[in-house]
């Protein structure tokens, strides 16, 4: 009886547990555009990824320093053997057999090896330092990059949702009018062109709200996944001020930040990496420099061993390898060349991005004012048409008109206020501040 106790607690609680996992992820999780540039700063994939390659970067510096500390290693050996003494130029005596063993052979040894010259390992160092630089701007362009991607896609879900809310609205008064223009037909006082028209339009209206219905859903699967939420994640995109600029920054102002932004810094970091390794393929050229010294024991038996030890220098240095060092100091030189274009072309092409950018703000600026202007005027009109109804000067059919272009001109704004936003966030990621918009969309 108690095994069938236990087998039923057992089943109650994984069941709870089950329960309270469900609740968790199907929990709403609200979300600001400071909130959604926080979470994705934290968890998008290309974020860690980035960070996990700064961290490799500096391991392939660690790697690199490695030849210019001491190497210290040791072994022993104990082993039973034959010799030919004539492999060595000893002649064999009259009647003997040259073969001499077998005989025991012990030896046990600590090595030491100290690089004391070595200009090559020293620029190669110099330029897997310069490598971790790369990785850290690297992790800032993708940084800057991958905000700016969610805040568009952030930016983008707010508008499908809003564009379903119209499409709702509009669904609505299009089923307001479909039955309207059918009363107005029964009773003899409507056209049946005007009761076509009308169901053309509700079936348009059915087709348009099924269709941003779709792309809301779809918008915010492109964000959560963006974020690193699972699929099953219920969120929501809360409406909240325009974080917009007083002052729009001058073309001197925007030409000085667009020449240290993550895209400029990165050209000229891999620029700086790319003129140390052709100095360090031409360090090859020159001789290499150390030290060894070993010291054990050495005899026939571990008990019987003396203590034996060698010490010397080493000098290298390769004269002639058919040609194959002068190609690899061709082909760095090479790839410098082709990164220094590169890096002219990025600076040019950001400074003209952020003064696009920065006009393209203005002109959503414009069309945001526009847009609010009228709205104004379609509300007015709206209330303007609902009093003649009531003064028995309007019909019906006037006052839908009047509610659906109210409706309409509220989408404008909504679809402005899109665009301004993201030609707010396209200005900052052309002066690589997207980061900074989060204390901006915060306050």
Not at 63 to 75: C, K, T
Not at 249 to 277: C, F, G
């Amino acid at each position: 009886m108690s095994y069938f106790k236990a087998l039923f607690l057992l089943f109650f609680l994984s069941l709870f547990c089950s329960l309270a996992i469900a609740k968790e992820s199907s929990s709403l999780i609200r979300l600001t555009l400071a909130d959604s540039l926080r979470i994705g700063g934290a968890q998008n994939p290309a974020i860690v990824m980035a960070d996990e390659r700064v961290k490799q970067a500096l391991e392939r510096l660690n790697q690199a320093r490695a030849p210019l500390f001491p190497q210290v290693s040791g072994g022993a050996a104990e082993t039973r053997q034959t010799r030919n003494l004539s492999t060595v130029g000893l002649p064999s005596t009259a009647n003997a057999s040259p073969v001499v063993g077998p005989f025991n052979v012990f030896d046990a040894r600590l090595k030491l090896t100290q690089t004391l010259f070595d200009v090559a390992t020293i620029k190669r160092l110099e330029a897997a330092a310069l490598g971790h630089q790369v990785s850290l701007a690297e992790e800032n362009k993708v940084k800057n990059d991958t905000l700016a991607v969610v805040a568009l896609l952030h930016i983008q879900a707010k508008r499908a949702e809003s564009l379903f809310q119209y499409s709702k609205s509009a669904l609505k008064l299009a089923r307001d009018r479909f039955r309207l223009a059918n009363t107005h037909f029964k009773i003899g006082t409507g056209s049946e062109m005007d009761l076509k028209n009308a169901k053309a339009a509700l079936s348009d209206g059915r087709f348009r709200w099924r269709t941003a219905k779709t792309a809301a859903l779809d918008s915010q699967l492109d964000l959560k996944a963006a974020l690193g939420m699972v699929e099953g994640q219920k969120i929501e995109i809360l409406d909240e001020k325009l974080f917009s600029r007083n002052v729009l920054p001058t073309r001197s102002d925007i030409l000085k930040s667009s020449a240290v932004t993550p895209e400029v810094k990165l050209a000229e970091k891999r620029l700086r990496q790319s003129e140390a390794n052709v100095t360090a393929e031409k360090a090859e050229y020159l001789p290499r420099v150390s030290g060894t010294a070993d010291y054990g024991a050495s005899g026939d038996q571990p008990s019987q061993s003396k203590a034996t030890y060698a010490y010397g220098l080493e000098i290298s240095w390769a004269l002639f390898e058919g040609g194959q060092r002068s190609a690899r100091v061709a082909e760095s030189q090479s790839k410098s060349r082709e990164i220094a274009t590169n890096f002219k072309d990025i600076s040019n092409q950001q400074g003209i991005k952020a003064i696009e950018a920065k006009e393209s703000l203005k002109n959503s600026r414009n069309l945001l004012k526009a847009a609010a202007d009228n709205l104004a005027a379609r509300s007015r009109e709206r209330e303007l048409t609902e009093n003649r109804l009531k003064n028995g000067t309007a019909s019906q059919f006037e006052v839908i008109d009047a509610r659906f272009e109210e409706a309409k001109t509220k989408d404008g704004v909504e679809e402005a206020v899109a665009t301004y936003r993201t030609a707010e966030v396209n200005l900052s990621h052309a002066l690589g501040h997207v980061e900074k918009m989060i204390v901006s969309a915060s306050g």
